[in-house]
């Protein structure tokens, strides 16, 4: 028992002493050394980009520089940004080409970080808005760096020292701060919206089924009722026509809410007269609708009593307007 216990004691010690040695060696190691950062402080503009000779097949480093105006735009969100116009330092282990290209065209932290900031300027800020944005304002410079760790180092050392205001992993500060509100101010404002559109359109399709299932139900009763059609084939078609009408009544009210949203003001003056001639149409179709299901000698019936009626009041189409025939 003794033994073991002071063998164990012994390899404890062995361990400790191990990783001791190997602690102190990392802490005294030096980090790589930066490489040369010229390149990364000569930007270019967007449309020149595709001439750099990294473009198509280089990997490494890139940073954007924004204009004054891009500048002025940032600082109006909250952000700052530095007198060099630095704005944000990334990298790639593929090639520049695919990821400026998902920078223009895609989806990228940084894409995302200026739809907000456009957004809370009052800016539009759809897909092209922010396309548009970037070329214009944004300039680009690459550092051509083949070893991922050395991409890695001199990405990380880069941000941590330039704090770039609209990266948000790797540094922490005012700038990343106020850029997630602003992200999430977005986040919420996009969500309210969608919910918005989804219940507009929803109301559209409740009111399009209220208004067509009584009528097509009373259409479809008629027709297998008077052996027109068989029970299953009625409720097919009439499953069919209120599915038309209800998607008719959210395109309607789909337009209705594109318009309001577009500044276009639905008065009183405006909206009566279209409710009163769509209705009135409505109602004109859905009664020629409910005759023309009825059974030919029902119809029949019907045109005989509207016929005594008139010819009770003493009312003739046959006559002119002074009573002569």
Not at 79 to 106: A, E, P
Not at 119 to 132: F, L, N, P, Q, W
Not at 174 to 195: F, H, I, M
Request: proline residues 4%.
């Amino acid at each position: 028992m003794k033994h073991t216990l002071m063998r164990l004691l012994v390899a404890t010690a062995v361990v400790c002493g191990l990783a001791h040695q190997a602690w102190a060696q990392a802490a005294t190691t030096a980090l790589p050394a930066l490489p040369d950062l010229t390149p990364l402080y000569n930007p270019v503009a967007i449309d020149s980009v595709a001439t750099h000779r990294s473009w198509a097949s280089g990997r490494g480093i890139y940073a954007f520089f924004a204009s004054d105006a891009a500048q002025a735009v940032l600082r109006r969100a909250g952000l700052s940004v530095g007198d060099d116009g630095l704005v944000y330092i990334g990298q790639t282990k593929n090639t520049f080409r695919q990821r400026l290209t998902n920078h223009f065209t895609g989806t990228s932290n940084l894409r995302s970080s200026l739809r907000s900031i456009l957004s809370h300027t009052g800016s539009t800020a759809s897909r092209a808005d922010v396309s548009g944005f970037m070329r214009s304002n944004l300039r680009v410079a690459m550092l051509s760096l083949d070893d991922a760790v050395v991409i890695d180092t001199v990405e990380a050392r880069l941000i941590r020292t330039s704090s770039p205001p609209l990266n948000t992993a790797g540094v922490s500060n005012t700038n990343t701060r106020r850029l997630k509100q602003l992200r999430k101010v977005l986040a919420t404002t996009s969500t309210t919206s969608t919910g918005t559109v989804v219940s507009t359109l929803a109301k559209g399709t409740g009111i399009g089924v209220l208004l067509e299932l009584p009528v097509t139900a009373a259409v479809e009763y008629l027709h297998v009722r008077n052996g027109r059609k068989p029970p299953e084939e009625a409720a097919l078609d009439g499953a069919r026509t209120v599915g038309t009408t209800a998607v008719v009544g959210a395109v309607a009210a789909g337009a209705f809410s594109a318009a309001a949203t577009a500044g276009i003001t639905m008065s009183a003056p405006v909206v009566m007269p279209v409710a009163v001639v769509g209705g009135g149409l409505y109602l004109w179709v859905s009664g020629d609708r409910i005759w023309d299901a009825l059974h030919e000698d029902t119809r029949t019936a019907v045109e005989a009593r509207f016929a005594a009626a008139a010819a009770a009041v003493g009312w003739n189409d046959s006559e002119t307007a002074d009573g002569r025939p």
